[in-house]
């Protein structure tokens, strides 16, 4: 007793899909192979023909293919491509490189460890069962040992020696939807862009395939036959017949029509069927008639018959989504005044120009500057602070603020200036230059040698994640050099002498300032003795100020500024009877205004 | 109320209804900036070089307008034909006075600080309707005009001849004016610089850059509040 088979015709149809790291399509084919195969170990099957419908989901030309014969245990192929637009099941990846916030960030912050969140997600939006789904996501180095979150469904590890975690043992029902949330970390020492490894999906569908081929197939097999004509026992020259199929092959065949003639009468019809009958290996169907003839009746019978068959479909789909690409934030940063050096006790402007490079792989949306505006120099305001990215100048998004903000000059003050939305403006890309100039006034500083101006530059991307940082100029602070310079001033009293009228006197003053720097709100006072009134003074813009005392007359001037090597004369009469007793002024230098 | 004309370089007039008093009138490229048909009572010239005096013996004839100036400053004019009766020597700290306007001369020396001539150089006070203002012409150093209230300055930014922005803005910063005119600005970079830096080094002053032939008037509103507002081009 042999097998019960049919042939199989095989429709094999894989999918392989390709999306690029931001989880667009990026090339999908689809390849079938049809194959007839004879699974039958004794009986070949012959005169086989192969008729196709739907041949237009393909790249098949015919709709009909001559497959002859097909020996036992022997098979014959044919492949065909197929156009596909979509994967059955769609798979997105998402990285997040700042998982505290609901928007998605994609860029990480040069030599900061930044917490990277992985969430791999499965919806089959089709009305097709998705089998055996399998995700390998590759785990790169740098990025540690994952933390997985378990899945609602399937089973998922992480396999160390091949940083992989292999999520599988699953089905996706139609409009079924599957996730999974892993999480890492990186430090990135680098700015090139950081891959954070890529994903594969396979999965099976039975029972269906992607084109809509539909196979008939037509072939025969071993079937024995036979017309077995005896003469009635009751009745000369009447013959009982006997019609018989008998299947002798391991296949079900099918036996669709029979029509039998008497050859020995003029080929008259005595038998036209159709069966339709099934017959399983070994299995017979007969059919009965009665004929007349004087003589032994021969027969000629046509018939007509096949081997079943079974069409298997499937489809095995891969796709590979290619690694996301974390860009790297990374910023530097120069800081130069003009001129590099002040003097000392003076009121210098000042220009103040920041210099922000992009050295590294993201495009920025925004730069913020916390920079230093030490004591004894006088702050920008507003309206005099320009940021120009490549040679346009940014006319929005900046935000000036000065702590503490009406903090005087003597004050020690932080500048900060952030600028945000440079996206909009064509973001400021890796290479790229940014400028952020502006003006301070030394305003007196002391001679200490000189003044840091510690600065601190961070940039994020949009939307905001964990923003990048250059602190080399916080931790080796640029300074403002001051230059040393003397202050020197004297104040003589030349001889005085008899003025014009009986009992005046001349008291000529003389103010020298020689030192090398101008010095300021300089204040004179000369002493008058009691006895003497002021009579005048010359120039005559240089009316003293008088103050009575016990003693006499306090007289005082005031000089706003007395530039180096400057010397200013100047006197005023006095008249009186006694002694003039002569005492020397007094000079003294207040602060800068 | 004053008004302020500007005609290019360091040429000036102020004036009121009733006197009108040109700063000076030089020469730009050979040219004079100011023509001898110029409506003027008296001219101030700082100092004897040609963008300065220009033709400024030729506007005094004709308009029979007096010179005020340093002894070299008139002698020149007076070389160049301006009528005696109409020049003025000043010594420093004289002024001259008439009803309307009182000129006084404030002695400084020629710019720049580094390099200075020894031309010899007034700034001039000018005192108009209450309105102070000093031409400071090509003046390296302040001197005493630290003892003076002023509220209008018309100060050169120009390091060859005068002062360098730095030096101006430390100039503006100290002699604290109400109003601040730039001029004799060879540089636009220069007195970009000034500029830039103007409102940080005297945040109480008011700024205007004049073009050629534009005129501003100014005023001390009741009395409390200094202003300047430009007037429409002839």
Redesign the interface.
Known sequence: MGETLKVIVDLSEKVDCVLSGDNKLKSISAKGTLTVRNPSQRNKIWSCELQLGGVSSTSLKEERYTVGEVPAGGTWSLEYDIPVENPLVNLREIVDTFPKDSEVNWAVAFNRLTPIRCIISLTNPSDIFAKNLEVRKRIPKGFGDPSIEPPQTGTVEYIPETREVVWKGFDLAPGGEATLAINMAIKPEDVKPIGAGEVLLTYQVTGSTVSSLDPSLYGISDLRFSVEPAESPSRPNLWDCTLEFYNTSDFVELLLDVETFLVSDGRKPVASLSPDVELLPQQSWSYKFQVESPELPVFETKFDYMVTYEVRKSTYTTVVKEETLLPVMRVEAEKAFMPAEVDAY????M?VTVSIFNVGSAELDAVSIIDTVPEDF?A??P??IKVILGDKEVASGVTITLEPPSAPVEQHKTLKISVAGLSKMGGFKPGQTMKVTY???AWGPKPKGKYLTPLRVTCNISPPGLEGEFVRLEEKPPAIEIKYARRAVKIFKEAVTPGAEKNQYVVPLVIVNSGEV?I?NVSVKDFVPSGFKLVSWK????QPKVEETPDGLVLSWF???L?PK?E?QFSYVIEGSGRYVRREPQISIGPLT | MPVLKFFGHAAFKFSSLKVSVLLDPGYLEGKPLVSESEKVSVICVTHNHPDHLGNAARIAAAQKAFVVGTGEVVEKLRREGAPEWLLRPLNPGESFVRPEVKITAVALNHGPLKNPSTISHFAFLVELEKVRLVHLGDAGTRGLLGHYEIDVLLIGVDETETFPPVQALQAVSDLKPKLVVPMHVRKEEELDYFEEHFSLMAPEAKYKRMEAGEEIMVEWVAGTEFTFKPLPRE
């Open positions: 003076n009121k210098t402007p220009s006088r920008p305001t309206d005099k003006p301070i006034i101008n300021e120039p005559e813009e240089f000089f706003a500024r530039e400057q200013i």
